[in-house]
C-alpha cells in the first residue's frame, strides 16, 4: 500500500522560492531605572512622629493613658504537654492572655501528634537475661 492509492500526493519540491526578508537588528536600550517597589518605615505611629513629615509631635494626653492601659504583663512559662516555653502577653486589668506565642492550636496539635507518636511505637520490654 502506498501513499498514493490513498488518493494523496506527496509534497513536490517548489523551484525558485525565495526566504522571506529579515529586518535589520535594532539596538536594544536599557530601561530606565526604576523607584522602589516598597517602603519599610517600622518607626510605629506611637512613638511620636510622623514619618511622612519628619516632623515630631507631642502625643495627645488621651493617647497617653491609653498606652499606660494597654501596658501588657509578659509572661513566660513551660506548656506541660509539650515541654514547650511559651510567651504570653497578658492584660493586667482583666488576668485575659492577649498574645500567645506559639498559639494554643499549635500547642494542642503538636500534644495530639506525640501522643498518636507514642500510641503507634510498640512497648518495649527490657530483655532479662540470667547467666
Known amino acids: 500500500m502506498s501513499i498514493t492509492?490513498?488518493?494523496?500526493?506527496p509534497p513536490t519540491r517548489v523551484t525558485g522560492a525565495t526566504p522571506a526578508?529579515?529586518?535589520p537588528v535594532q539596538p536594544v536600550q536599557a530601561p530606565a531605572p526604576l523607584a522602589p517597589a516598597v517602603?519599610?518605615?517600622?518607626?510605629?505611629r506611637d512613638q511620636g512622629s510622623d514619618p511622612r513629615s519628619g516632623i515630631a509631635r507631642a502625643p495627645a494626653p488621651e493617647e497617653n493613658a491609653k498606652a499606660a492601659q494597654a501596658t501588657m504583663e509578659p509572661r513566660i512559662r513551660i506548656d506541660q504537654d509539650t515541654k514547650?516555653?511559651?510567651?504570653?502577653?497578658v492584660d493586667p486589668n482583666s488576668g485575659d492572655v492577649v498574645v500567645q506565642l506559639p498559639d494554643p492550636v499549635v500547642l494542642k496539635a503538636r500534644a495530639y501528634a506525640?501522643?498518636?507518636e507514642a500510641r503507634a511505637?510498640?512497648?518495649?520490654?527490657?530483655?532479662?537475661?540470667?547467666?
Open 121 to 131: 511505637k510498640p512497648a518495649t520490654r527490657p530483655l532479662d537475661r540470667t547467666a
Open 114 to 116: 506525640e501522643a498518636a
Open 5 to 9: 492509492s490513498l488518493g494523496v500526493t
Open 21 to 23: 526578508p529579515i529586518p
Open 39 to 44: 517602603r519599610v518605615d517600622i518607626r510605629g
Open 84 to 89: 514547650a516555653v511559651v510567651y504570653q502577653e
